[in-house]
Every structure is written in C-alpha cells, then in structure tokens.
C-alpha cells in the first residue's frame, strides 16, 4: 500500500489550459513538499506547506494543503512546455526523512 | 557553491561485481540522503546521515548496501555484488534539519 497516491499519474495537455495534480493519504502529516523532476535530473524543491488550510503561490502555481494536513493540490493556471515534468509530493512525520508519492507525469503540447 | 554533485552520472556493470558512487553535498549543509529511484516511480528512501552519523536505514537497504560519510563531508553508497534489479537512479540530496531537500543529478546504475 503506497502511503501517497498521486493522481492523475499521467497528464498531457495543451499550452494555455489549466490543470490540477493531488496528493492524497490517509495519514497526516507535519508538512508537504512539492517537487518538480526533470529526465535524467534530480527532483527540484518548488514548496514547503505546513499548516493545514495553508495556501502558496509560485507565479502560475498555487499549491494547497489540506485542512486536516492529509492531502494537498497543485493548480497552475496557463500551462507552458516549460512546465513540463514529473511533479513529486513528499512528506515527512518527524522532519527526519520525506517519503515521496510516484508522481504526476505532465506532458504540455504547444 | 555549485550545489549537490554526484560521480558518476552513469556506471555500466556486470552482474556479481562491486560499485561505489559518490556524493558532494552542499557544504553548509549537515544532513545527507541517499534514495533510489526506479522507472515510473518516485525516490524511496535508503539511508540518511545528520554530519558523520548515519541515523536511519531503510529496510530497502539490504546487506550488499553500505553507506558512509567520514567527517561527515562527502559520502559513498557502495553496492556489493550487484544484481540487476540493482538497476536504478540513485539520488543523493542534502539539507538543513527540517527544510527542502537539493537533490543532485543523480547515478543512474545499469546492471548487465
């Protein structure tokens, strides 16, 4: 039993439209990480949420966490090529070591 | 400071033989990961160090698996006996306690 399902695991679509990736347990969590992977490179940090309710921006996206600290979002509004890559969310119960989900793998077409 | 480096980037090897890998993290940096990560799947932890002490260990991380970081600046993953479903890219990330991994690019291990 995977302890993060990510969903959808797969996401292609056009430049311009916007889109909603999750993260979702049945545990909660002291905080939530986001991660963006590009092939043949390591995960790159994009957020850190810790409060339950919390709400981050990062230019076209916003990143959510749950309020009862199990779950979280990731919209981004007017997709770009650039934009493409796997999107990893991780989280941690003691702050000692993040545990990862399998990903959101999005393809944005131009 | 350029970030987390990791050498090699790929290592080829036959079955049965003996790899090591080795990681530089970020210097001010005093914790060290190790996580492997298989196609289609996200990073799964292997082992962490906080300066020269290795905390934690995964029980992914069999008896062929050693880690080591002396003086608690660079570390090495060596794989003994290496077997193909050893294949995989091996991420190593640093940090402060409690903040955002930096992941290097990772060693992507091929075993014949």
């Known amino acids: 039993t995977q302890l993060l399902e990510q969903s959808p695991q797969f996401l292609s679509i056009q430049e311009g439209e916007n889109l909603t990736v999750y993260c979702n347990s049945s545990s909660v969590f002291s905080s939530l990480q986001w991660y963006r992977q590009e092939p043949g490179e390591g995960p790159v940090l994009l957020v850190t949420?810790?409060?339950?309710?919390e709400v981050k921006k990062l230019k076209r996206l916003t990143f959510q966490f749950g309020d009862a600290r199990k779950d979280s979002s990731l919209h981004i509004t007017a997709a770009q090529p650039g934009d493409t890559g796997l999107y990893l969310c991780a989280v941690t119960f003691t702050g000692n070591q993040f545990y990862f989900g399998t990903g959101t793998s999005l393809t944005v077409i131009p | 400071d350029t970030g987390v480096s990791q050498d090699p980037r790929h290592k080829i090897t036959k079955r049965g033989q003996n790899v090591t890998f080795r990681c530089d993290p970020i210097?001010?940096?005093?914790?060290l990961y190790w996580y492997r990560q298989t196609l289609g799947q996200g990073p799964e932890f292997l082992t962490y160090f906080q300066n020269e002490a290795q905390l934690e260990k995964s029980r992914l991380l069999s008896d062929r698996f050693s880690a080591e970081r002396p003086k608690g600046s660079f570390s090495t993953l060596e794989i003994q006996r290496t077997e193909q479903g050893d294949s995989a890219m091996y991420l190593c990330?640093?940090?402060?306690?409690?903040?955002?991994?930096?992941f290097g690019s990772g060693t992507r291990l091929t075993v014949v």
């Open positions: 949420v810790v409060t339950g309710g």
């Open positions: 990330a640093s940090s402060y306690p409690n903040s955002g991994y930096t």
């Open positions: 210097s001010e940096h005093n914790r």
